[in-house]
């Protein structure tokens, strides 16, 4: 194993522990350089600042653990009787909202690596009944899913922690359908980060330093196939979490010797829509041609 393969595998050992030890309910946390959760800030608070409605969250307790940066499911305009695909899926909220829009005939598969969070989406999934959904344990670069076999395929702030994330948007390529669509909210840079945060491992599982530049992202992107981007939402991600976090995030600077105006703006948290294109169509998926 290479030495930047096997800094990749500590970086995924690292990222398995700390959901681990969120879906046991040993440590609180956002998707944030922090451990608790936005200082205080209520879950139901937290969410609708995503961009969930509170409808939506209503009785999803326990499957909300606040560690998302969007609200991707609205946006992919499910169907009833259509499946969906969700990588990262942790305790489940995500997949409990698409398999309320395809309703009882569709069907929902979660993906995840942390046994921890598996264990309580699935206990989530049969508390709220809800017998269209599957969890399975895998990683985002092998996906355990039969090609071209889902209509959407979902995310939320999970594909910055995958080393390679070229090979995560090969795999979303693969089991979409021909015309198939995906709605992912995600982190991403707008310019280098200090070196001392690249390598800050706190950072890495904070959703900040794994990101990549918005032009390699988005190119690894279309080189997997997933055309017609359509950008939804796109904002300040590290400053969004000054406000929500001041102490845990002055801690991840000050600890490496690096001002807030290094890093403000740089780091993104944007929600996005693209298709799986196919060669002989103009467009591709409901959404895109609506």
Known sequence: MSASADQGEKMVAAVRDRYGRIADGKLDGCCGASASPCSGT????????????????????????????GAPVDHLKLQPGEHVLDLGSGAGIDVFLAARRVGAEGRVIGVDMTPEMLQKARANAGRLGF?????????LERLPVDSASVDAVTSNCVINLVPDKAAVFREIGRVLKPGGRMVISDIILDGPLPESIEKDVYAYVGCISGALQRGDYFAALEAAGLRDVELLKDVDYLGAMMEAAPEETGALLARNGVAAKDVLGKVRSVTFRACKREVTASCCGPTCCA
């Open 42 to 69: 209520p879950l139901t608070d937290l969410s609708e600042s995503l961009g969930y409605s509170p409808a939506e969250i209503q009785g999803l307790a326990d499957a909300n653990l606040g560690l998302g940066c």
């Open 131 to 139: 017998g269209q959904v599957e969890f399975r344990e895998g990683r």
